[in-house]
C-alpha cells in the first residue's frame, strides 16, 4: 500500500516525503532547522502585521546558523484559521499581566473599533504575544529536535 506523500508528486518530480527529507537534510545540522522553525513560530506569533515577511527576511540575514526554509515553514504557525485564537489568547495574557485597566473583548468593542481602540489595547496584545512567542519558539525547538532524532533513528 502506497503512503500519501508516495503518491502525490511535486512540480520537480519529487514526492511529497522526498521532499520533506530534503528539507530535513538542508544544512547537515537538526539544531539549524529546529532554530529555523523556532524562530518562525516566534515571529509569526508576534502582531506586527504586516511585517513578518520583513522579519523573516532580516532574521535569515543575521542569523547565520539557521535553516532559511524552516524559518518559513515554521510561520505558517500563524494562518487564517489560528490567527484570531492567536490574537485573542496574546491579548488574554497580556490583560493577565498587566492588570484589568485593559477591557475583556466582546462584540460591543469591535462594534465601536477605531485607530484609539487599536492602539489602547495594543499594549497587553504585544505583551501578550510575546510571552505566547518565546513560549511557543521554546517548545517547537525541543519538538523538531525530538521529531528529527526519531527520523533519524529511524534511517539509521
Same mark, same amino acid.
Given at each position: 500500500?502506497?503512503? +500519501?506523500?508516495?503518491?502525490? /508528486?511535486?512540480? =520537480?518530480? !519529487?514526492?511529497?516525503?522526498?521532499?520533506?527529507?530534503?528539507?530535513? !537534510? #538542508? @544544512?547537515?545540522?537538526? !539544531?539549524?532547522? *529546529?532554530?529555523?522553525?523556532?524562530?518562525?513560530?516566534?515571529?509569526?506569533?508576534?502582531?506586527?502585521?504586516?511585517?513578518?515577511?520583513? #522579519?523573516?527576511?532580516?532574521? *535569515?540575514?543575521?542569523?547565520?546558523?539557521? @535553516?532559511?526554509?524552516?524559518?518559513?515553514?515554521?510561520? @505558517?504557525?500563524?494562518?487564517?484559521?489560528?490567527? $484570531? %485564537?492567536?490574537?485573542? *489568547?496574546?491579548?488574554?495574557?497580556?490583560?493577565?499581566?498587566?492588570?484589568? !485597566?485593559? $477591557?475583556?473583548? @466582546?462584540?460591543?468593542? %469591535?462594534?465601536?473599533?477605531?485607530? =484609539? &481602540?487599536?492602539?489602547?489595547?495594543?499594549?497587553?496584545? +504585544? &505583551?501578550?504575544? /510575546? #510571552?505566547?512567542?518565546? #513560549? *511557543?519558539? &521554546?517548545?517547537?525547538?525541543?519538538?523538531?529536535?525530538? &521529531?528529527?532524532? =526519531?527520523?533519524?533513528?529511524?534511517?539509521?
Amino acid at each position: 500500500m502506497l503512503c +500519501f506523500g508516495e503518491r502525490i /508528486m511535486t512540480t =520537480k518530480g !519529487q514526492t511529497i516525503r522526498e521532499r520533506w527529507r530534503w528539507i530535513l !537534510q #538542508l @544544512n547537515n545540522s537538526s !539544531q539549524e532547522i *529546529a532554530l529555523g522553525v523556532a524562530l518562525g513560530v516566534f515571529i509569526s506569533i508576534l502582531p506586527l502585521y504586516g511585517f513578518h515577511t520583513i #522579519l523573516v527576511i532580516i532574521v *535569515a540575514i543575521l542569523i547565520k546558523p539557521v @535553516n532559511k526554509i524552516a524559518i518559513l515553514i515554521g510561520t @505558517n504557525f500563524s494562518s487564517i484559521l489560528t490567527f $484570531p %485564537f492567536i490574537t485573542w *489568547a496574546g491579548y488574554s495574557v497580556g490583560r493577565g499581566i498587566l492588570g484589568s !485597566q485593559y $477591557p475583556v473583548l @466582546n462584540w460591543e468593542i %469591535f462594534r465601536h473599533f477605531s485607530y =484609539k &481602540v487599536f492602539f489602547h489595547l495594543y499594549y497587553p496584545l +504585544f &505583551v501578550g504575544s /510575546m #510571552l505566547i512567542a518565546i #513560549l *511557543a519558539g &521554546v517548545l517547537f525547538y525541543f519538538l523538531i529536535l525530538w &521529531v528529527i532524532s =526519531k527520523y533519524e533513528g529511524r534511517k539509521k
